[in-house]
């Protein structure tokens, strides 16, 4: 897969949007920003054989280079939890891997809350155009919550945003693209009627076994 897939993958159970409300604050956001992501992560197997495999969390680095906001640092998030996990696989094995090349894969599964209030915006990418370091990236919306914002844009790399395309993912939309041939962003979120909201998130990356980016 050369490009992207804008898709619907279909809503969240009851029981994997009441997850997000118990994530915990990303514990490395820089202080001055104050808190406005929750986190957790699981890491999975699957490939060609028609498996997927859940394994322990582990580390989730990036590169300075990838990322100048938290690169660098070999962070630790709380593990998604199991059936949580599971039903996402399940969406993951049974909608987004037809879309890759037929072959096996690590998989990264990171369940973000961005929050907004009237005082201060949620920022989804705070360090702004990038790049994740992987093969393929997913973005999976599970629950919006009385935002505005928050679009996704893809940034072809030989273009300087003329190509640009940018999606609303609303709850149980899906952007799955190629993070070698394009840079992304997703902008910030911030209420749309006073008061609060959030964006309910799965990031989902992907590398081919065996394969170094």
């Not at 859940?54 to 630790?76: D, M, P, S, V």
């Not at 009385?146 to 996704?152: A, C, E, F, M, P």
Request: with cysteine.
């Amino acid at each position: 897969m050369h490009a992207y897939h804008h898709i619907r993958l279909g809503k969240s159970s009851a029981k994997v949007k009441n997850s997000f409300a118990e994530l915990l604050p990303d514990p490395w956001l820089k202080a001055e920003d104050g808190i406005f992501r929750f986190r957790s992560y699981m890491q999975a197997k699957a490939g060609r054989e028609k498996y997927f495999d859940l394994c322990a969390a582990g580390e989730f680095f990036q590169t300075e280079k990838l990322n100048h906001y938290a690169g660098g640092i070999a962070r630790k998030y709380p593990e998604i939890k199991k059936d949580v996990a599971e039903e996402v696989m399940n969406l993951v094995f049974r909608k987004l891997l037809p879309l890759l090349p037929d072959t096996n894969y690590n998989i990264g599964i990171h369940q973000i809350r961005i929050t907004t209030d009237d005082r201060k915006p949620g920022y989804p990418a705070p360090e702004g155009i990038h790049k994740d370091g992987f093969k393929y990236i997913a973005i999976y919306c599970s629950e919006i919550e009385n935002i505005t914002g928050g679009d996704t844009t893809l940034i072809p790399n030989h273009d300087g945003g003329n190509d640009a395309s940018t999606f609303k993912l609303h709850a149980g939309d899906a952007v799955i693209f190629n993070d070698v041939n394009y840079q992304h962003y997703t902008a910030a979120v911030v209420p749309l009627l006073p008061g609060k909201g959030y964006r309910d998130v799965f990031v989902i990356t992907f590398d081919i076994e065996g394969e170094k980016q």
